[in-house]
């Protein structure tokens, strides 16, 4: 490293150290406000309050900055002699510009923490601050994080009790903006549920390929929406749930009802009527005893024949269920894909997306006339049936665009040729595409032609001057 590169190493590590040791200092005025009591004279309810209105901050902000003052800088006691910090070790190391407040934040946390745990001694508590704060001057953020969780561990082997209600306090806000976007918010209080949600994401936002340059929070969105189409699908927990509703709806069939009306004992469940009924045949039974005749020569019979073994019933077949998404479109849009479809929301959605939906979606387009006439209602679109989606697992083996590796059950079936544009649902004109790369066929400019029955991805001309087809799917691997 030459001596220039090290002079602006060593300035940049001085504003960090500087902006730190300026943080402390902020909060030491923050302090001194308080011991003040301003807010008191300037009518405000508290120093936070003070500082939202004369520094323009949040009030989160403006209440953690008097946190952490009251547990880094110096304070009075009751008769007004001064007291060092409540975490004076930490403070030091803020003081000095050694730690960042990220630093300070996790510190603060753990602490709080160790104060709840009644079997810790509190001769303890002190080293433990010492420890961290040390621990923060070596470490980044991240690291002093887990440092943290395994201090926690070893003071309490045990850790705190699960709330056995801790599904009680999840929460998840969703806002609907005016062009239909949504915005989610969730909070998850279960370590465990939270872990399976976080693992299934992560699994789902690996990168497709090395042409797949998303960034990781778009990659998560998109592995959150795949979450959600694999649930709307055909076999998917809605539209079992839906499935179940309109079962449930339709009430008990008619040949049941049929046969527990000409059942002669079909109100024998009323528990009066049926105690009544024991009583009156233990009484026949001890007159019969009593009389050795009957007994020999009656026959008893059953109140009821016994009925015959039913064979068990076929599972019923289940269609894909009810429609989830329905757009109104413009035939001839559709067709030349220009204008925009229309959702149930009233959002609208550009020809390139609903042509893309309708290839393996479960969805029930209206199609209008020149009139704006529907001139076909509840038609769903294109359904692959189950046979030829076996069939493209053993012919692609998972999305078929060359180098992606994402599994069948990730994919949608594309036609080829659009389905709106007169193209079959056949073998021959179907290959699995992942989301990305289903997104980079409609609305970038790759071309695919199925070649020998196997589909073939032709790149544009900045990625590939000649033009060249590539193979996709397993024909791919196989070359």
Not at 1 to 21: C, F, H, I, P, S
Request: aromatic content about 4%; glycine content about 8%; some cysteine.
């Amino acid at each position: 490293m030459g001596l220039v590169e090290r002079e602006a190493l060593d300035a940049a590590r001085a504003e960090q150290t500087a902006a730190n040791r300026a943080y402390y200092r902020r909060l030491e005025r923050i302090a001194h406000l308080d011991r003040l009591g301003l807010a008191f004279v300037t009518g405000d309810r508290s120093t936070a309050r003070l500082l939202q209105e004369s520094w323009r901050v949040d009030p989160a902000t403006a209440g953690r900055w008097c946190d952490e003052a009251g547990d880094l800088a110096p304070r009075l006691s009751l008769q007004g002699q001064p007291l060092p910090p409540r975490l004076p070790c930490t403070a030091t190391v803020l003081a000095s510009g050694e730690i960042s407040p990220e630093h300070v934040a996790i510190i603060r946390r753990t602490m709080k923490k160790i104060d709840r745990m009644e079997h810790v001694d509190p001769g303890e508590v002190p080293a433990a601050e010492a420890y961290l704060a040390v621990k923060a001057t070596l470490f980044p953020p991240a690291t002093l994080r887990r440092l943290a969780e395994a201090l926690l561990r070893r003071l309490d082997p045990d850790g705190a009790a699960p709330d056995e209600d801790v599904d009680l306090f999840d929460d998840l806000k969703m806002t609907s903006g005016q062009d239909g976007a949504l915005e989610m918010r969730i909070r998850i209080h279960d370590a465990v549920d939270a872990e399976m949600i976080r693992e299934g994401i992560e699994v789902l936002a690996i990168p497709a390929g090395a042409d797949d340059h998303r960034s990781l929070g778009n990659r998560q969105a998109c592995a959150l929406k795949e979450v959600f189409a694999d649930a709307l699908g055909p076999n998917g927990l809605v539209t079992d749930t839906r499935q179940h509703e309109a079962d449930t709806e339709l009430g008990p069939d008619h040949e049941h009802d049929t046969e527990a009306s000409t059942d002669p004992d079909a109100h024998d469940s009323d528990a009066d009527e049926a105690d009544a009924a024991d009583e009156a045949d233990a009484t026949d039974e001890a007159d019969i005893a009593d009389d050795p005749l009957l007994v020999d020569a009656l026959i008893p019979e059953p109140r009821r024949p016994e009925p015959e073994p039913a064979a068990p019933a076929p599972e019923p077949i289940r269609g894909p269920g009810r429609a989830l998404v329905t757009i109104t479109m413009d035939h001839r849009w559709l067709q030349s894909a220009v204008g925009h479809g229309t959702l149930d929301s009233g959002a609208l959605s550009e020809p390139a997306t609903v042509r893309r939906w309708a290839c393996d979606a479960d969805i029930v387009p209206m199609v209008l006339g020149s009139r704006s006439e529907p001139l076909d209602i509840g038609r769903r679109s294109r359904l692959i049936p189950d046979a030829m989606r076996r069939a493209l697992n053993h012919r692609d083996g998972g999305c078929a665009f060359p180098g992606c590796t994402r599994r069948p059950r990730r994919c949608h079936a594309h036609h080829v040729e659009h389905w709106g544009d007169g193209g079959p649902t056949c073998l021959d004109n179907l290959t699995w595409l992942c989301r990305h790369h289903h997104q980079v066929i409609h609305h970038g400019h790759w071309r695919i032609d199925m070649i020998d029955g196997l589909p073939w991805f032709t790149p544009p001309s900045w990625i590939d001057p000649d033009r060249q087809p590539r193979p996709g799917g397993r024909s791919a691997a196989l070359t």
